[in-house]
């Protein structure tokens, strides 16, 4: 499946890039290093692709939910959500 090997690509990436010297530089100097060049921009923008595919994700499984057939772990976490949602007070 072409997103989950993005979502892994994305891990992956970040994952290298965290062990970097560009993120321990990052860490030290976040307000010089955001204006220089170099790899440790890849960080934000792999959280950011990361963020969107699971959202896509989590979007895909709200429209087909089946409350009494769990798939995995995001169905179950929606139906345990829904169940301890508050009802909407009355004004």
């Known amino acids: 499946d072409h997103d989950f090997q993005s979502m892994l690509k994305d891990l992956t ?3 290298y890039l965290e062990g970097s010297i560009w993120a321990l ?3 030290a100097f976040p307000a010089l290093m955001k204006h220089l060049p ?3 921009h890849g960080i ?3 959280a950011r692709s990361l963020t969107a595919s699971i ?3 989590i979007q ?3 429209l087909d939910l089946d409350p009494s057939n769990p798939r995995d772990y995001i169905d179950k ?3 345990e ?3 301890n949602r508050r009802p909407t007070q009355a004004l």
Request: hydrophobic share 30%; proline share 4%.
């Open 13 to 15: 990436d970040m994952a």
């Open 81 to 83: 959500e829904r169940h």
């Open 25 to 27: 530089l990052y860490d």
């Open 77 to 79: 976490f929606l139906i």
């Open 44 to 46: 934000f923008s792999s």
């Open 55 to 57: 959202r896509k994700e």
């Open 60 to 62: 895909r499984h709200k």
């Open 38 to 40: 170099g790899p440790h």
